[in-house]
């Protein structure tokens, strides 16, 4: 992506981006009695350099962050809804509890990101890298994740209902507890029958033809509709 750019080119509704942070920063640390949360609803931060800042609880709503480099950023439980973060690296970031519904993470770099309990419902997330990302107890329903790679992920009790996950490497992927109710797996890499085999469910999930035979023939219950 080249050189990023610092905080320092930036500004928000006429105030230095450095000024909002340090506002959001004080925010934190005195539980809210002095400084002010972070709100950047609709802000253009194209390859900006955020590296380690901690903008937990901030509302992000629609922001460009296409680009950008969020290695170790904290946005836990922070508003990224409709947010786009196409191509960005998240690398060891910390997003347990955040809103993510409907945004753009086109070949984002999740690698060792922590994704716990993270609401992904409806977002885009094709060609991403979630190499070793803990993504337990998240939301992905209705989310298209064709072509990413899931290898060494923890995916134990996510909830993938009828999200898209065609083409994706699921190397070493841990799906315990794992919903895949209506899921496209078509075309996935490195798939296994025993990979499944703990999952909640695998009703109307779309399946290769060998991979739904040996499901049938192993672990049948999985095909079977769950009770309500």
């Keep these: 992506m080249g050189s990023y750019k610092t905080v320092l080119d930036f500004s928000w509704k006429g105030i230095p981006l450095?000024?909002?942070?340090?506002?959001?920063?004080?925010w934190i640390e005195t539980k809210g009695i002095e400084g002010g949360k972070a709100v950047l609803t609709g802000a253009d931060l194209q390859e900006i350099n955020l590296e380690y800042t901690d903008l937990r609880a901030a509302v992000i709503s629609e922001v460009n962050l296409k680009g950008a480099n969020l290695i170790n950023i904290s946005l836990r439980g922070a508003n990224l809804r409709k947010t786009i973060l196409t191509g960005s690296c998240l690398k060891w970031a910390v997003l347990r509890y955040a809103d993510l519904r409907e945004s753009t993470l086109e070949e984002a770099d999740f690698e060792n990101a922590d994704l716990r309990d993270t609401d992904l419902r409806d977002a885009n997330a094709q060609r991403a890298n979630l190499i070793e990302t803990n993504l337990w107890c998240a939301n992905l329903e209705q989310a298209d994740f064709r072509d990413a790679n899931f290898e060494?992920?923890?995916?134990?009790?996510?909830?993938?209902?009828?999200?898209?996950?065609?083409?994706?490497?699921?190397?070493?992927?841990s799906f315990k507890g794992a919903v895949l109710l209506g899921t496209n797996l078509t075309h996935a890499f490195n798939l296994e029958p025993h990979h499944l085999a703990q999952a909640?469910?695998?009703?109307?999930?779309?399946?290769?033809e060998p991979l739904l035979n040996k499901v049938k023939e192993n672990y049948p219950h999985l095909l079977d509709k769950p009770e309500q």
């Design 18 to 26: 450095h000024k909002v942070l340090e506002n959001h920063k004080m």
């Design 200 to 208: 909640k469910t695998l009703y109307q999930a779309k399946l290769d």
């Design 152 to 173: 060494l992920a923890n995916m134990n009790e996510t909830d993938l209902t009828h999200a898209n996950l065609e083409g994706a490497n699921f190397l070493l992927t």
